[in-house]
Nanobody, 123 residues
């Protein structure tokens, strides 16, 4: 029974920082891809960044250089460090996972497991 539980969302000022966490349970340290998605008000859910089982990350251009994805497999935890936040970063942030040796910033349907989401508001 796989569960992903997110935390760390909240309100931040423009230029500020937040750190999101996603604690996973129900699977081991076998190969899997994990990612962060964002759904802004009135928009579709968008993949922002992904990290493979070896810790290699990928980013879309709008967050590259500001956001950092990382994983701690001993703690079964995925992180998203968000720096230099902008109002356009406002939205619901979701962590996602899929068991695979390959990893990519894909569509929501590419990922099997999802967290409940955590709200981020930047103003």
């Amino acid at each position: 029974h796989v569960q992903l539980v997110e935390s760390g969302g909240g309100s931040a000022r423009t230029g500020g920082s937040l750190r999101l966490s996603c604690v996973a349970s129900g699977f081991t340290r076998s190969s899997y891809c994990m990612a962060w998605f964002r759904q802004a008000p009135g928009k579709e859910r968008e993949g922002l960044t992904a990290i493979d089982s070896n810790g290699s990350p990928s980013y879309i251009p709008s967050v590259k250089g500001r956001f950092i994805i990382s994983r701690d497999d001993d703690k079964n935890t995925l992180y998203l460090q968000m720096n230099d936040l902008k109002p356009d970063d406002t939205g619901m942030y979701y962590c996602a996972a899929v068991g695979t040796d390959f990893c990519w910033i894909g569509m929501p349907r590419d990922f099997d497991y999802w967290g409940q989401g955590t709200q981020v508001t930047v103003s």
